[in-house]
T-cell receptor
Framework: AQTVTQSQPEMSVQEAETVTLSCTYDTSESDYYLFWYKQPPSRQMILVIRQEAYKQQNATENRFSVNFQKAAKSFSLKISDSQLGDAAMYFCAYRGSNTGNQFYFGTGTSLTVIP | GAGVSQSPSNKVTEKGKDVELRCDPISGHTALYWYRQRLGQGLEFLIYFQGNSAPDKSGLPSDRFSAERTGESVSTLTIQRTQQEDSAVYLC?????????????FGPGTRLTVT
């Protein structure tokens, strides 16, 4: 089965600084999608950014960008100019093209933003 | 423009009782997912519905868990003879279709506590 590993249970960043959250995954598939979700205290999961494995270009969404290293099976999230509203749990997730309907989630990283 | 809604928001039940959790997906979304999120952990896939196709039940942890969906509308997740290890947040998500390119929209979850 696919596994997704987030090795940083907690991270903190000063407001306006940059932080990188790490994620690694294990798969034998060549075609898949990777996601970062944000879960604030309200529990509402929100999609932050998505990366298709066949695309070499790293995805970006405003202050959020990823560093996708397919050979290393690494998918880190960089948050630039951190804001207080970025404080939340961040989950990395995987879905393969051949593994049916399942999304595989990591255990999450709790991000604190220090004013 | 309503999002995914879930009810109840919180549920406390005694061990051995049955519980029903409800999910109202976004109108027009044919795909619906249920996940379980234990404290401090990521999301575990439970079950997936797509239109009128047979559901993917591969994530259900035991036969005490079942789910139904009427057409492309409301879904209910039922847990019979609840156990303390069933305590978790149960999240529902819907998407426009089954393709992985479609974003999942999550509800706020139901926090289940089994005493």
């Amino acid at each position: 089965a696919q596994t997704v590993t987030q090795s940083q249970p907690e991270m903190s960043v000063q407001e306006a600084e940059t932080v990188t959250l790490s994620c690694t995954y294990d798969t034998s598939e060549s075609d898949y999608y990777l996601f970062w979700y944000k879960q604030p205290p309200s529990r509402q999961m929100i999609l932050v950014i998505r990366q298709e494995a066949y695309k070499q270009q790293n995805a970006t969404e405003n202050r959020f960008s990823v560093n996708f290293q397919k050979a290393a099976k690494s998918f880190s999230l960089k948050i630039s100019d951190s804001q207080l509203g970025d404080a939340a749990m961040y989950f990395c997730a995987y879905r393969g093209s051949n593994t049916g309907n399942q999304f595989y989630f990591g255990t999450g990283t709790s991000l604190t933003v220090i004013p | 423009g309503a999002g995914v809604s879930q009810s109840p928001s919180n549920k406390v039940t005694e061990k051995g009782k049955d519980v029903e959790l409800r999910c109202d997906p976004i109108s027009g979304h044919t795909a619906l997912y249920w996940y379980r999120q234990r404290l401090g952990q990521g999301l575990e896939f439970l079950i997936y519905f797509q239109g009128n196709s047979a559901p993917d039940k591969s994530g259900l942890p035991s036969d005490r868990f079942s789910a139904e969906r009427t057409g492309e509308s409301v879904s209910t997740l039922t847990i019979q003879r609840t156990q303390q290890e069933d305590s978790a947040v149960y999240l529902c998500a819907s998407s426009f279709g089954s393709s992985v390119s479609y974003e999942q929209y999550f509800g706020p979850g139901t926090r289940l506590t089994v005493t």
